[in-house]
């Protein structure tokens, strides 16, 4: 299957900073990559919808301003979590869609996935 | 608004049970597709099969078999003669017709003890 990697795969930063989260498709071209948070012990939340050159769909309670996405190539998408706070530690895991097979599904496959701890 | 619903938080098991985790959903779409998912201490998750609104047959692949009835909006995932591999949260996941953004259950945390 299609690969999807994260990078980094953890990282602990202090108050007030900014982190850069990285996603990408490494053997396929996504148009379309999504952006998900998981609290411990908790489920999947979309946060968002990446598209490739155009502004990110933010789902609602998302603030867009603090969570900067941008999808810039067809196989690179990246979350910046700016002036990160201990709230925002999670688990952040992005997913790439690819490009419809025989005019019917889209496959989505997951990154790793990447733990953020906030001081 | 899409919606899935595991009712089981916790399993508990001994190795060699069978075990059935219940996943129920809730679309508007005629198109859709249902997803399960395994994810294990480390986080990846791990896909293990999809299946399309318009495929009502069941399927089994090794130990794993999935029920999928329409009528009860249900998707059921059993384990058969479980492992202590098999110790993971397992989500049941619905995706809108183009094969887009999921929406996830809560998870059912499966313990399998030896």
């Known amino acids: 299957g299609a690969v999807v990697s994260q990078h980094p795969s953890w990282v602990i930063c202090k108050s007030g900073t900014s982190v850069k989260i990285e996603c990408r498709s490494l053997d396929f071209q996504a148009t379309t990559m999504f952006w998900y948070r998981q609290f411990p012990k908790q489920s999947l939340m979309l946060m968002a919808t990446?598209?490739?050159?155009?502004?990110?769909?933010?789902e609602q309670g998302v603030e867009k301003d603090k969570f900067l996405i941008n999808h810039a190539s067809l196989t690179l998408s990246t979350l910046t979590v700016t002036s990160a706070h201990p709230e925002d530690s999670s688990f952040y895991i992005c997913?790439?869609?690819?490009?419809?097979?025989?005019?019917?599904?889209?496959?989505?496959?997951f990154g790793p996935g990447t733990r953020l701890t906030v001081l | 608004a899409q919606k899935v619903t595991q009712a089981q938080t916790e399993i508990s098991v001994v190795e060699k049970e069978d075990v059935t985790l219940d996943c129920v959903y809730e679309t508007r779409d005629t198109t859709y597709y249902l997803f399960w998912y395994k994810q294990p201490p480390s986080g990846e998750l791990v896909f293990l099969i999809r299946?399309?609104?318009?495929?009502?047959q069941n399927e089994i692949s090794g130990r794993y078999s999935w029920n999928f009835q329409k009528s009860t909006s249900s998707f059921n995932f059993t384990i058969t003669a479980s492992q202590v591999v098999d110790s993971a949260v397992y989500f049941c996941a619905l995706s809108e017709s183009s094969g887009g953004k999921s929406t996830f259950g809560d998870g059912t945390t499966l313990t399998v003890k030896p």
């Open positions: 997913s790439a869609q690819t490009l419809p097979r025989n005019g019917v599904y889209n496959e989505q496959f």
């Open positions: 990446s598209n490739e050159g155009s502004k990110a769909t933010y």
């Open positions: 299946r399309n609104s318009f495929d009502e």
